[in-house]
């Protein structure tokens, strides 16, 4: 459980705020000698400039094992205005939207924003705050847009000192700061209750999750069994990452996706993840599983990649093909982007639909089958095992086809109960990914048994995956998640000492 420090250059910066116990001036930071690596630490200091005071605050807390906001990666992100440009790529449809704004017609060509903890003072330049506090993790930004031609867009951002804020912007820092740490600041009885805090990602408009309400629910009370607790998050609590020991996805992730940039910001401040990005990255693109299985010779349907740019070799060839056939795009998902081809010239009209949106595309032997085994497996162990029926009048699980997504039924059964040869292919295939959440999909067709795919951010639904295991799945799951995060705890306790041995710093 992380505590609360905000470090302040001294402690009059805060005499327009509520007293707090949690407050500390940055000398008394720095001086401190202790170093546990529990605290969240909140770095208000003005001088964040390279080398400056404030810097040292995020370089020593970083060093120390603490949470710190904003970290030395976004502080040296804000120095230069490449990186900053490089880190807030992907905002354009954000100003585009704003340019079409009404209510943004009749400002200045000229605006000063200042954005606490990705909150500001404009109704019509909230969502603006929030993205922006998502790509820079920094409490107070000061932003300057600038519009040319109708269009608006960002001239300068930069960290804003404390002392800046009067008025009505004092009254919404302090309100955006107590929503901010409103799962650190606890009562004393509730940090002693649980270790660590764990965020589950989910995204609550999503029409197929992969997990429903009732896993959810059972996810954050074996978490509670397990001295965890367990918070869900969207993706625009993003800028709270730091707050927490470990991020777990249950959310359908894809690489060109806020999943994938999620994951990747959490790895990178320390926290314990599944789905890491590198099992997004591995999983979520069929086209590299297609090669990865191929290369390791493990058991999968015969298949071929077809190029966007090779469009006539495909014309030429596509009669001595054998048909039926699957025609896939690399990133989809509960069998969305993948077509059954009867015919040659079935196969060319839809590549050269789906060739629109990616420029590579797999085709794979057709084999029909009753149902697929579904084995879930973690930490390189198998967690439950599933049969999935293709559904009623339909060649796959799910059935796009009319207005309601249909699937088919489901049988689950205890592991040990598995094949041998289902379980030793399943086993193999997630050996070559990692050692995260995984859910394999074969097909078993007399002696043979090949790897349909591998998913990085498998179906675990109360009522479904849980039938054998109950509530002893999500206490493995949650079990994985408290040895990790004990593990990185003790590394950063063997870190102290030498970092410490290796010099000190002088104030």
């Known amino acids: ?51 400056g005071t404030g810097y040292y605050v995020s370089l020593l807390a970083q060093a120390r094992g603490d949470r710190v906001l904003p970290s030395v990666d976004t502080l040296n992100t804000l120095r230069r205005k490449s990186t900053t440009d490089m880190q807030l790529e992907g905002l354009t449809p954000v100003l585009e939207e704003l340019s079409r704004n009404a209510e943004a017609h009749s400002l200045a060509d000229e605006i000063s924003l200042k954005v606490m903890f990705g909150e500001c003072r404009e109704p019509h330049l909230t969502r603006l705050a929030r993205r922006l506090f998502e790509r820079l993790p ?12 109708g269009n608006w867009r ?44 764990l965020a589950m990602l989910i995204n609550p408009e999503e029409r197929m999750p992969p997990s429903n309400k009732g896993a959810l629910k059972a996810f954050i009370r074996a978490g509670r069994r397990q001295g965890i607790d367990v918070s869900l998050i969207t993706h625009r609590d993003a800028g709270r990452l730091a707050e927490f020991d470990g991020l777990f996805i249950r959310e ?57 740019a090779s469009m006539s070799r495909l014309r030429a060839e596509a009669d001595t093909i054998e048909y039926p056939q699957v025609l896939k795009i690399p990133d989809g998902a509960f069998s969305r982007g993948i077509v059954k081809v009867a015919s040659a010239a079935q196969l060319v009209e839809e590549a050269t639909r789906l060739f629109s949106s990616s420029d590579l595309l797999l085709l794979q032997e057709w084999l029909p089958t009753e149902f697929d085994w579904r084995i879930g497996v973690l930490d390189g162990r198998p967690l439950f095992a599933s049969r999935y029926f293709m559904a009623r009048g339909h060649w796959q699980i799910y059935d796009h086809s009319g207005v309601r997504v249909k699937s088919g039924g489901f ?17 193999k295939a997630t050996r070559l990914i990692g050692n995260g959440l995984y859910g394999v999909d074969l097909k078993q067709i007399g ?8 998913n990085d951010n498998p179906n675990i639904d109360a009522g479904i995956e849980d039938v054998v295991l109950g509530n002893q799945l999500y206490d493995r799951v949650m079990q994985v998640f408290l040895a990790r995060m004990e593990a990185r705890r003790r590394a950063h306790a063997r870190e102290l000492p030498d970092r410490q041995e290796s010099g000190s710093l002088s104030t």
Not at 38 to 48: E, P
Not at 411 to 427: C, G, I, K, N, S
Not at 447 to 454: D, G, K, M, Q, S
């Open 1 to 51: 459980m992380c505590s609360l420090r905000i470090v302040v250059d001294r402690h009059d910066d805060w005499r327009p705020y509520y007293p707090t116990d949690d407050l500390i001036d940055s000398d008394g930071y720095l001086s401190l000698i202790e170093a546990t690596g529990h605290h969240q630490v909140i770095n208000l200091c003005s001088d964040l400039d390279y080398l």
């Open 252 to 308: 359908t992730t894809s690489l060109d996706h806020h999943t994938w940039r999620l994951a990747r910001r959490a790895e990178h401040e320390g926290l314990v993840v599944i789905d890491a990005p590198q099992d997004i990255l591995r999983c979520t693109n069929k086209v590299y599983l297609h090669e990865l299985l191929r290369a390791r010779s493990v058991p999968a349907p015969g298949g071929r990649l077809l190029k966007k």
């Open 411 to 427: 049988t689950t059964h205890p592991v040990d109960e598995v094949p041998r040869a289902v379980m030793r292919t399943a086993l």
């Open 447 to 454: 002696n043979r048994v090949l790897v349909i795919e591998v």
């Open 154 to 197: 960002l001239s300068r951002i930069r960290p804003l000192r404390l002392k800046d804020l009067h008025g009505e912007e004092q009254d919404l820092f302090a309100r955006a700061l107590n929503r901010h740490s409103r799962k650190v600041w606890r009562t004393p009885r509730a940090r002693r209750r649980y270790r660590f805090d």
């Open 138 to 149: 920094c409490p107070l930004l000061d932003v300057r847009l600038v519009r040319k031609s």
